[in-house]
């Protein structure tokens, strides 16, 4: 049986996510109690022919302490389940935003008579345990529904049987770095399209935005570099035993230099058999 445990900051996007994976098969319980997790696991475990795929979603709702959750994984691990751990996080200040637009207060803000900015604190705080053994974090920050949707099917529906989900997004510093990224390439060192008049409301996404990025030898030996570093590393994270690696590309706006190379090293990736999930994050976001 397949059993990934969703959980996360409230807020952050369980719910769009457990509708997503419902969509791509799995069985998807929610707002179990941390006291019943092996429960959960074990009566899901009999009945593993016909659920197949469970997922679980466990988050502050359903504990109270860092201890108790603690002691649920444990509880798990014990008993030998094999489970991998999907995390939603987004920063406290599009957390708050979120709450004041749909007037919502968060779930332990009722608990314990508190503000939202200090309700977050207390949860990231009891998740803490969860946020360490996460083997998938995606950051909703700065991700629409359709945008965290396709996250998702990157990591969980394309390839099955793969050693590590891969994901490529290219993004716009002046937007915030992505948080879930663990490599990071800065390609405002480049010319920019930005301020060549017939390319400026084009994307990297057009032959004559990629011409006119490629077209420099400064940014061929970018390139040649950063997919030798590639070709050198990514068989070391597999043998490691990533379950995920995000890599982020930047430019300033994250129209033209960053989705250029982020396509480049996305068809080298693909060459070389990683099926890589491509986002561009900032692509329709206004400068």
């Given at each position: 049986?397949?059993?990934?445990?969703?959980?996360?900051?409230?807020?952050?996007?369980?719910?769009?996510?457990?509708?997503?994976?419902?969509?791509?098969?799995?069985?998807?319980?929610?707002?179990?109690?941390?006291?019943?997790?092996?429960?959960?696991?074990?009566?899901?475990?009999?009945?593993?022919?016909?659920?197949?795929?469970?997922?679980?979603?466990?988050?502050?709702?359903?504990?109270?302490?860092?201890?108790?959750?603690?002691?649920?994984?444990?509880?798990?691990?014990?008993?030998?389940?094999?489970?991998?751990?999907?995390?939603?996080?987004?920063?406290?200040?599009?957390?708050?935003?979120?709450?004041?637009?749909?007037?919502?207060?968060?779930?332990?803000?009722?608990?314990?008579?508190?503000?939202?900015?200090?309700?977050?604190?207390?949860?990231?705080?009891?998740?803490?345990?969860?946020?360490?053994?996460?083997?998938?974090?995606?950051?909703?920050?700065?991700?629409?529904?359709?945008?965290?949707?396709?996250?998702?099917?990157?990591?969980?529906?394309?390839?099955?049987?793969?050693?590590?989900?891969?994901?490529?997004?290219?993004?716009?510093?002046?937007?915030?770095?992505?948080?879930?990224?663990?490599?990071?390439?800065?390609?405002?060192?480049?010319?920019?399209?930005?301020?060549?008049?017939?390319?400026?409301?084009?994307?990297?996404?057009?032959?004559?935005?990629?011409?006119?990025?490629?077209?420099?030898?400064a940014s061929k030996e970018l390139l040649n570099r950063i997919?030798?570093?590639?070709?050198?590393?990514?068989?070391?994270?597999?043998?490691?035993?990533?379950?995920?690696?995000?890599?982020?590309v930047g430019c300033t706006g994250g129209k033209h230099r960053?989705?250029?190379?982020?396509?480049?090293?996305?068809?080298?990736?693909?060459?070389?058999?990683?099926?890589?999930?491509?986002?561009?994050?900032?692509?329709?976001?206004?400068?």
């Amino acid at each position: 049986m397949e059993l990934l445990i969703v959980t996360g900051i409230s807020g952050a996007g369980k719910s769009l996510a457990v509708r997503a994976l419902e969509d791509m098969g799995y069985f998807c319980i929610d707002n179990i109690p941390a006291g019943l997790l092996e429960d959960f696991a074990c009566l899901a475990l009999t009945k593993r022919i016909e659920l197949g795929k469970v997922a679980m979603v466990l988050d502050s709702r359903g504990c109270r302490s860092a201890e108790s959750l603690e002691q649920a994984l444990q509880q798990l691990a014990q008993k030998n389940f094999l489970f991998k751990v999907l995390f939603l996080d987004a920063s406290n200040e599009v957390l708050v935003h979120r709450y004041q637009e749909t007037r919502r207060r968060h779930p332990l803000g009722h608990i314990f008579d508190c503000t939202t900015e200090q309700a977050i604190e207390f949860e990231r705080k009891i998740m803490a345990p969860l946020f360490e053994q996460a083997d998938y974090i995606v950051d909703t920050s700065l991700l629409s529904t359709s945008q965290l949707r396709q996250r998702l099917v990157g990591l969980f529906l394309k390839k099955d049987n793969a050693a590590m989900a891969l994901n490529i997004m290219s993004f716009g510093f002046k937007f915030g770095q992505p948080k879930e990224a663990d490599i990071v390439f800065d390609v405002r060192c480049l010319p920019n399209p930005f301020y060549i008049p017939e390319l400026k409301e084009r994307t990297g996404m057009e032959q004559p935005v990629v011409d006119y990025v490629m077209g420099y030898d400064a940014s061929k030996e970018l390139l040649n570099r950063i997919l030798a570093l590639l070709e050198f590393s990514l068989p070391l994270y597999i043998k490691e035993g990533k379950s995920q690696l995000t890599i982020a590309v930047g430019c300033t706006g994250g129209k033209h230099r960053s989705i250029t190379f982020a396509r480049k090293i996305a068809e080298f990736c693909n060459e070389h058999g990683y099926s890589p999930n491509v986002q561009h994050r900032d692509i329709h976001r206004k400068n």
